[in-house]
């Protein structure tokens, strides 16, 4: 009798490991050639790129630096990639070519050029001429 209910526990416990297994959904391994698959594996001053090529690979790349032209970045996006080898990767929060600026940067639309918002010249300038245009002045 032990012996019966024992094989019914068994049986059970093999039927529910095999019906899970059965219903999991696959999971497929990053190839060794994608560098990430989102911009969080990256570095903190980094983040995770793609050409615009049939097969890129995406790749961690450096944000951009003071002074560097940031005009042609774009918000980031989430994609599928697939490859010859028959590897498919779904990528998030992406980039195309360009990563943004650094962390502590802004890119403003009227430069196109990574600045810091806090590095400004005129910041706490006193205006003793009169001129009520002295933010739009170059001498400062």
Do not use: W
Not at 23 to 41: I, L, N
Not at 128 to 135: C, I, P, Q
Request: charged fraction near 20%; charge should be negative; aromatic fraction near 8%.
């Amino acid at each position: 009798m032990v012996n019966r209910q024992m094989n019914r526990i068994v049986g059970a416990c093999l039927a529910a490991v095999i019906i899970s297994c059965a219903c999991a959904k696959p999971t497929h391994d990053v190839p060794h050639y994608v560098e990430c698959v989102d911009s969080s594996d990256c570095a903190k001053d980094e983040c995770c790129t793609i050409g615009l090529g049939r097969f890129t690979i995406p790749v961690c790349s450096k944000r951009l630096d003071l002074d560097e032209h940031c005009g042609s970045v774009r918000e980031p996006f989430n994609t599928s990639v697939f490859y010859p080898d028959g590897s498919a990767v779904d990528l998030t929060n992406v980039y195309v070519h360009f990563c943004p600026c650094q962390s502590h940067l802004s890119c403003p639309s009227s430069t196109q050029k990574c600045t810091d918002p806090m590095d400004k010249s005129y910041f706490n300038y006193i205006d003793d001429t009169g001129d009520d245009n002295y933010l739009n002045r170059d001498d400062y």
